[in-house]
Structures are given as structure tokens and as C-alpha cells.
């Protein structure tokens, strides 16, 4: 697709998004978490989520896991992680990073060309350091605000920021880019389950461990990526207080002040 669809699914889920915040408006009270305002609705969807990943999805990724050897998965988890790093490249040079860039830059061409179009990541053994960045990072290393938290059907945990980068990455994303119907829709479901199967055994862990999934999940979300943004970089001042995760921090120097 071209530059003006993406721009028009950017602005139909800015539209989706000012509609939520009109419709659910009455959640927005003195007791509300700032950072959350929008949390029946949004343990609505959770609620939704989870039910279709205990009927569906982590069946499909248990029998998956049981069914496929280690050293095949971990290829297919290269392979996406190879294609992911492509898109991790366009944000990288749109964040103006110029280290992360050419780093990136030539993981996806060793990868590709000596690793079997990254089944084997050969970039890692070449000390080659991974720089994954989305298009909502990108929003934030410039300064976009993130908005309410928001639960997306299916999608999961993310920000009013996030839900446009999201449309973008979607739009910009290999693998839905593929012309032919029926390889991009396998490959689409290969990526899901077999993301899915690599996240099981936390996925447990937090069921036995979170007193209340919903905000342990969401907490962790926004700590993750303030961190994400931020680089990683120490901060002095937390906006929430979240549980540990990791270390939330400044935006590197001379970069834009990120987005809170």
C-alpha cells in the first residue's frame, strides 16, 4: 500500500480512539488510575482476550510446542525475528540513530544472505546487537504523548500512541505485505502460535503469580515501554508507581525529550 492508505488507517484509528474516549467518558472519575482511565472497558477486552487465548490460542501453541523440535522452532523464531529487523531498521534511521542503524543494517544482510534469510541468526554470533524499535517508539522518541491506556481486541495491551504505530507497523509489516493470499496468512498464523509457544512457560508464571493479572499486566506494559522509549537510559523521577520490571530512563543525549 502506499503512503496515503497508511496515513488514512493512522487516521481512522485516531478517529476509533477520540470515539472510545467519548463513549466510555463516564469511567473517568476522581478514583481513576491516571494512567488508565479507561479501565472497565478495558478489562472488558482483557477479559474478551484472555478467553479467546484459553479456547484457542494456547491449545494451538501447547500442541505446537509438543509437536515441533527446539532447533525448528528456534528457525522460525529467527526467521520473523530476521524480518522484524527490517522494520527495526526504518525506525531506527527515522529516530536518527545512526549506530543502531548500520548495527541493524547488517544483521538483516548477514542474517539473510549467510543465515538462510535468517533462519540461523548468524548476526548475534557476530556480536551483532539486536535494536528492535516499532513506529510507536518512533512517536515517542519525538515526543508524542502516549494517551490512555487502551486493551486492543486480540492485540492486547497498548496506548493511544501505540494503537496508531500499530496501523503503521501493520501496514509496513513483510509478511502482510506478501501479495500471495494464502503464504501470508500461513505465515501470519505461524508467527502468532509460535510467539505464542515462546511466551507459555511466563505465560504460567503469571497466572499463578498475579494477584490481579489485568493491572500486573498493564503496569509492566507501561513500564516496559517508558523504558523502551527511553532507551534503557537512568531516570530520576518515576511518573507511576509500577511493579519492577526494567529500569525506566532519559532519553539518550541531544535526543528529543521523550514522551510521558
Known amino acids: 500500500m502506499n503512503t496515503k492508505n497508511t496515513i488514512t488507517k493512522a487516521l481512522r484509528l485516531l478517529a476509533a480512539g477520540l470515539g472510545l ?8 472519575g476522581p478514583n481513576a488510575n491516571p494512567a488508565d482511565p479507561f479501565e472497565p472497558f478495558n478489562r472488558g477486552v482483557f477479559g474478551f482476550n484472555e478467553g479467546v487465548d484459553r479456547a484457542i490460542l494456547k491449545p494451538v501453541a501447547t500442541a505446537y510446542r509438543d509437536i515441533t523440535p527446539s532447533p525448528v522452532r ?23 540513530k545512526p549506530r543502531e542503524s548500520v548495527e541493524t543494517l547488517m544483521r538483516v544482510s548477514f542474517n539473510t544472505i549467510f543465515g538462510f534469510a535468517g533462519v540461523f541468526d548468524i548476526a548475534t554470533e557476530m556480536r551483532l546487537e539486536k535494536h528492535s524499535e516499532d513506529f510507536g517508539q518512533t512517536l515517542g522518541y519525538w515526543g508524542m504523548g502516549s494517551g490512555p491506556y487502551l486493551v486492543l481486541p486480540l492485540l492486547g495491551p497498548s496506548n493511544f500512541r501505540d494503537g496508531i504505530g500499530t496501523a503503521v507497523d501493520a501496514n509496513a509489516d513483510l509478511v502482510n505485505r506478501t501479495d500471495r493470499v494464502p503464504v501470508r496468512n500461513s505465515l501470519a498464523a505461524l508467527r ?69
Open 21 to 28: 474516549v467519548l463513549v466510555q467518558g463516564c469511567a473517568i
Open 74 to 96: 528456534t528457525g522460525v523464531t529467527n526467521f520473523f525475528g530476521n524480518i522484524g529487523d527490517v522494520w527495526s531498521l526504518v525506525n531506527n534511521i527515522l529516530q536518527g
Open 192 to 260: 502468532v502460535v509460535n510467539t505464542r509457544a515462546n511466551f507459555l512457560s511466563a505465560g504460567d508464571v503469571l497466572d499463578q503469580a498475579a494477584l490481579d493479572k489485568y493491572s500486573f499486566t498493564r503496569d509492566l506494559y507501561l513500564k516496559r515501554r517508558e523504558s523502551q522509549i527511553r532507551d534503557h537510559a537512568p531516570e530520576k523521577e518515576e511518573r507511576y508507581d509500577l511493579p519492577e520490571s526494567r529500569p525506566a530512563g532519559a532519553p539518550p543525549s541531544g535526543a528529543p525529550p521523550a514522551a510521558r
